[in-house]
């Protein structure tokens, strides 16, 4: 079983900035994919930024504010947000894909307000 602990969220004016951190702990034997997706009140969960491997992939909104970073020797994965805007508030949630399985953590919320 792999858990997994966000944090970094919070509230920031429209152009601020802030990291998001996620560490994974358990009996983790391979991770393959690790992720940030996020999730308005009443909307689907969406992709933000995923990495597998040395690969990344975001979502068209983000391209230029976001970028996403993993750190296999301590098993965390970070999402560096800058150029925030209204329209980022969301709880973001980190995933990770082993060959266990998937997980999810517990999400982190991030509004974005003057």
């Known amino acids: 079983q792999v858990q997994l602990v966000e944090s970094g969220g919070g509230l920031v004016q429209p152009g601020g900035s802030l990291r998001l951190s996620c560490a994974a702990s358990?009996?983790?034997?391979?991770?393959?994919?690790m992720g940030w997706y996020r999730q308005v009140l009443g909307k689907e969960r969406e992709v933000v930024a995923e990495?597998?491997?040395?690969?990344?992939n975001y979502a068209e909104s983000v391209k230029g504010r976001f970028t996403i970073s993993r750190n296999n020797a301590k098993n965390t994965v970070s999402l560096q947000i800058n150029t925030l805007k209204p329209e980022d508030t969301a709880t973001y949630y980190c995933?990770?894909?082993?060959?266990?399985?998937?997980?999810w953590g517990q999400g982190t919320q991030v509004t974005v307000s003057s």
């Open positions: 995933k990770v894909e082993t060959n266990g399985g998937t997980n």
């Open positions: 358990g009996i983790i034997f391979r991770l393959n994919l």
């Open positions: 990495i597998r491997g040395g690969v990344t």
